[in-house]
């Protein structure tokens, strides 16, 4: 369990330090900070430096000054005090921290209220306010739910409606409830007018694709079960046929592409919404992308990334290969072996092509996907997902082929495989072992669940 401690508690250990030892401040803090992580204390949200720096009182000046603005109606100086707390703000979670327990998060959803009418204030308090709950959503109450809804159904600013859906994503991140509560206020009906505006630039249409993102999240350790799935459901439901009508619409546009395409691939979560994607030409325009722009990382990656999820239908999975889809999959990590995102969404989509699918495994044999996948795990020794992904495909295309298995074990995989096992133990042990089983390797299985010897009896 992580150990907490409060900004006071820290600063009394400071002053310690230096009124009982006679440190200097710099000293003092050194010595606290040691102190307190060698108990295991968790530090991220203290302002280590508060006792040789203003910053505490700079929070709370501004803070006060923006308080009697609210209080006089005189908002002259607003904006700039707005943008000197945001420059505090942006520093490290410590400060904003503070600033929530100094009240920072009730005072700018007053301002707002007030200057609702004042878009250069708005749109200054609203990147404040985002700020402010970046890493730190826990702020966001009924009162800001409310009034994001409200700023979406009256403003028609369009610089100001980014500002605020920048602040929506950001209070979904890592917190199931928040999601939750501004989903029930009937977001996406409000999204979805901005994806069907025709005169909707692409930095909107990027901005609306983010929430819609955020919202099907499920990234909240405190909740075991989230909503994500329901949420993904009824946006596929009532957003698959615009989503996929902006791909064409703006097709020389790399980034609204790119937004499009990796917002379908975490849309499309049941059978028939992989369908709906192919049938409207989602497939055919993955495949030009990649095609078009064999350069582009970031493209490539949300390319790799919708394929995967396209997989999740097994007729669209034969078609996502009979479509030469293979060979670019193959081609593109190769190509961008440098990238380990590329890497990673490239070794996920062989995997998943490849489930139960022995005919895909052949076509991936035949392009030469194994060596890729070999040198792509040498590549990548340290990091658990990539040989993670690696095994599974490994396992996908030998457990039905094994003839054509024999072409990983010729490349020198049972070294690679027992060198990751080695490395990284229980972190990838089930994967490495059934990869080793599969090709028909030795490997030490453990049993896990044994009976006692002892006949049961029926009373």
């Known amino acids: ?87 505090e703000l942006d520093k490290d979670i410590a400060r904003r921290v503070c600033a929530g327990k100094k009240g920072a998060y009730k005072t700018l959803i007053k301002l707002m209220k007030c200057c609702h009418h004042n878009n250069v204030i708005m749109r200054s308090a609203l990147k404040t306010i985002t700020s402010l709950m970046t890493g730190n959503p826990d702020l966001l109450d009924a009162e800001g739910i409310a009034l994001q809804i409200h700023i979406l159904d009256r403003n028609t600013d369009i610089p100001t409606l980014q500002c605020l859906l920048r602040w929506i994503r950001e209070c979904c991140i890592k917190h199931e409830l928040n999601r939750q509560n501004i989903f029930n206020a009937d977001i996406f009906a409000k999204l979805k007018k901005i994806l069907m505006r025709e005169d909707a630039s692409g930095s909107e249409l990027r901005d609306a694709c983010s929430v819609i993102r955020a919202l ?19 946006i596929a439901k009532g957003a698959l046929n615009v989503l996929t009508g902006l791909m064409s619409k703006y097709r020389k546009d790399k980034e609204v ?23 409207a030409g989602g497939l055919k325009f993955v495949i030009d992308v990649m095609i078009d722009y064999p350069d582009s990382e970031k493209l490539n990656w949300q390319a790799l990334k919708l394929l995967k999820a396209l997989a999740g239908n097994d007729e669209v999975k034969f078609h996502v290969i ?115 089983r599969d090709l028909g390797l030795k490997v030490e299985l453990k049993e896990r669940w044994t009976g006692k010897g002892v006949n049961l009896e029926n009373n």
């Open 216 to 234: 099907v999240l499920d990234d909240d350790i405190r909740h075991e079960f989230g909503k994500a799935h329901e949420h993904a459901t009824v």
């Open 1 to 87: 369990m992580v150990l907490v401690i409060s900004q006071e508690t820290y600063d009394e250990v400071v002053n310690e330090n230096i009124e009982q030892f006679s440190m200097s401040p710099k000293e003092a803090i050194e010595d606290a900070v040691k102190q307190f992580e060698a108990q295991g204390v968790d530090l991220s949200n203290i302002i280590k430096d508060l006792i040789i720096s203003n910053d505490d009182e700079l929070i709370s000046g501004y803070l006060n000054h923006l308080n009697i603005a609210i209080a006089d109606k005189r908002y002259e100086n607003v904006h700039q005090n707005l943008e000197k707390l945001r420059k």
């Open 257 to 279: 592409v790119g937004d499009v395409m990796i917002t379908l691939a975490a849309l499309i979560v049941r059978n028939e919404f992989c369908q709906e994607v192919e049938d």
């Open 322 to 436: 009979s479509s030469g889809c293979g060979p670019l999959i193959v081609s593109a990590i190769s190509r961008m072996k440098g990238s380990e995102c590329v890497v990673q969404a490239g070794l996920a989509c062989i995997s998943a092509l490849t489930l139960r699918c022995p005919l895909n495994a052949g076509v991936f044999y035949d392009c030469g996907a194994p060596l890729v996948i070999i040198d792509s795990m040498k590549a990548y020794s340290k990091s658990v997902s990539v040989l993670k992904q690696a095994s599974w495909a490994i396992r996908n295309m030998s457990v039905r082929n094994k003839n054509e298995c024999q072409e990983f074990i010729a490349y020198g995989i049972e070294d690679v495989l027992t060198g990751a096992l080695k490395q990284h133990g229980a972190k990838v042990e089930s994967d490495v072992k059934m990869a080793l």
